[in-house]
């Protein structure tokens, strides 16, 4: 079935740095890549998400590549800010007929320095 | 005020009993799933509904139990075959199969 890793578990940055975060992921059939945000005490949100006919995806600050070939997607976060501080989970779609679900990798926790 | 509700927030239960986790949207989605959260482990799928009276077993869906009666209403059961149910268990609807899931605000189940 279905596996995604994610990389770093933690990651500290300076304010006005740039953070990527990237994940792999194993059935190459999977077709949709979504990034979710999760801030301290409060409900994971969506943030950006990809599907497999495009390869890179921008919306303002961050940014959501995808690679098919090596099976790899990765989210980049420029001019970081403290609000940016949070958990990020990357997820990808395991297909499977009308069975497929969201299989999420383990999270990242962001912190953003000022 | 659309979106999903679950109850209650934080929940206590003795060893050997059930718990009934309760999720209610009213953003008229079809798909509604349900997750555990544990630190660093993510969120691992319990039970999803595609459809009313319909249901699909998750990743870790062993000692957990759901019903689909109403399109608005996916409730959890956390029964007590379950070992080690002290977590956080989040609900989430979907539009569709690859649509953005929206999520409740969680529960918070500790076993005493």
């Known amino acids: 079935g279905e596996n995604v890793e994610q990389h770093p578990s933690t990651l500290s940055v300076q304010e006005g740095d740039s953070a990527v975060i990237k994940c792999t992921y194993s059935?190459?059939?999977?077709?949709?890549f979504p990034w979710y945000k999760q801030e301290l005490g409060k409900r994971p949100q969506l943030i950006i998400d990809?599907?497999?006919?495009?390869g890179e995806k921008k919306d303002q600050r961050i940014a959501v590549t995808l690679n098919k070939t090596a099976k790899h997607f990765s989210l980049h976060i420029t001019e970081t800010q403290p609000e940016d501080s949070a958990v990020y989970f990357c997820?990808?779609?395991?297909?499977?007929?009308?069975?497929?679900?969201?299989?999420f990798g383990k999270g990242t926790k962001l912190s953003v320095k000022p | 005020d659309g979106g999903i509700t679950q109850s209650p927030k934080y929940l206590f239960r003795k060893e050997g009993q059930n718990v009934t986790l309760s999720c209610e949207q009213n953003?008229?989605?079809?798909?509604m799933y349900w997750y555990r959260q544990d630190p660093g482990q993510g969120l691992r799928l319990i039970y999803y509904?595609?459809?009313?009276?319909?249901?699909q077993k998750g990743d870790i869906a062993e000692g957990y139990s759901v019903s689909r009666e109403k399109k608005e209403s996916f409730p959890l059961t956390v029964t007590s075959a379950q070992k080690n149910p002290t977590a956080f268990y989040l609900c989430?609807?979907?539009?569709?199969?690859?649509?953005?899931?929206?999520f409740g605000e969680g529960s918070r189940l500790t076993v005493l």
């Open positions: 990809i599907r497999s006919n495009v």
């Open positions: 953003l008229n989605h079809d798909a």
């Open positions: 997820a990808a779609f395991r297909g499977g007929g009308s069975q497929g679900n969201l299989i």
């Open positions: 059935d190459s059939a999977s077709n949709y």
């Open positions: 989430a609807s979907s539009r569709g199969r690859t649509g953005e899931l929206f």
């Open positions: 509904s595609q459809i009313v009276n319909d249901f």
